[in-house]
């Protein structure tokens, strides 16, 4: 097929040769290749007969060069998927369409710097390009692409992964939309935040199952914040506010963004009713820290358990000899493990533990049960003190009796997030009654990745199943599962 991006041969742009940033060469290189490939090859296993739906993931992959310092966080959205039906797996990438992206088409050149700026404020444009690039959820037939600085909604069809436009929710949405909206499969609702830099800092808001919004209310928070997630109960939102945030007046000043933690300032959660406003927030606050990606969240009797990955020391560990680049990779030298934080709704009483110390993030229950008490999450490990971000390892936690299972990927091989994907004719109280899916690369593989298939129940005994990926896609941010019968539907 053709399209903007493909160059007969060619790959890797040419300017990656920027080789001095780790994130535009080797496996983090853009790939500008759209791909479609039918029938994929089986190299290792069998496709399992019970599993039918889609593996999508979103991630960055810069179409033009970059025209200042490039962080991996800046490049174009792309959504990879890898579908699995009537015993045949196909794949398709289509880049995320944003206006942004079209607008930069048109000019053939970048229009913004990156996340590390110069900010231009003087250009009448955003300062950050909405790269559409971190998360990617399906809801009300359509598959929806966010962005962690808050953005658009860019809706995809969820089977040709085409672009659809911008999603209003029925018209009404009057805001940017973080990444990491929730959706409550009970209900169908989708529960999304928004961040801004202005008054009020923080929005929420309620999705209907049909796509109309139906909530929206400002948060009152002390000032701008840099909240990634948010977490679901079954009657309960929870807000986050963490002890790391930028100063408006500095990054007008320096023209970029600088964020700072304050560890004598506690972390506090936001407990909302589902569809609750302001004045109905009650905050509760726990040990400083900072939390990219909860697991999952749920009531218990009087109580609200949640579980994440605790960044307890986020602050920027620059090292000088990384120069420009050296806040990037300090920022991405992520140090995270698995924590648990509890609140008494009744008495207002809290508490929190460690639950285990391996660096792990990414993590991610059976996502068809955010909101419900789960015994089981899947985390990506990630190297101590490592150059770049790399998923080395799947680790699986048994969050009811505190144990895990892991299984190292191998020499070179670099997984993406690993969702869980449901086994056709599993009963619902077998939680892990299932797959883990998830797309490997590898430095060594120049024209291809490899979709590999888990048995959740041990996936210590590594993949039962490798599938040849005819393009090479670069390390990205989230995955989901798709069920099938969900995916079908909408066709
Ligand atoms: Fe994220």
Redesign the pocket.
Known sequence: MSNNYQRAGIDTPSWTGRAENPYLRGVYASTVHETTAFDLEVTEGELPADLEGAYVRNGPNAVFEPSALYHWFDGDGMVHGVYFRDGKASYRSRFVRTDDLKAEEEAQRSLWPGIMGPFDFESGRSILKDTGN??IIHHNGKLLATW?MCGDVHQLDPLTLDSRGKGDFGGKLQSKVS??PKVDARTGELVYFTLSDEAPFMRYGVVSKDGELVHETPIDLPGPRAS??LTITENYTLLHDFPLFHDVELQRKIGHRVARFFPEIPSRFGVVPRHGGNDQVRWFEFEPTYV??MVNAWEEGDWIIMDGCAQPDPSIKRRKEEGELASMLGYLRIKAHLHRWCMNLKTGETKESDLDDLNVEFCLPDTERYGSKTRYSYHQQLPVDGYTVEFHALVKYDHEDGTRTRYEYGEGNLASEAPFARRIGAKASDEDDGYVVTIMTNPGWKDYSECWIFRAQEIEKGPITKIKVPARIPPG??AKWIRGDELWATS
Do not use: E, G, I, P
Request: overall charge negative.
């Open positions: 971190t998360d962690y990444a990491h990634h997630d990219l990606h941010f989230h």
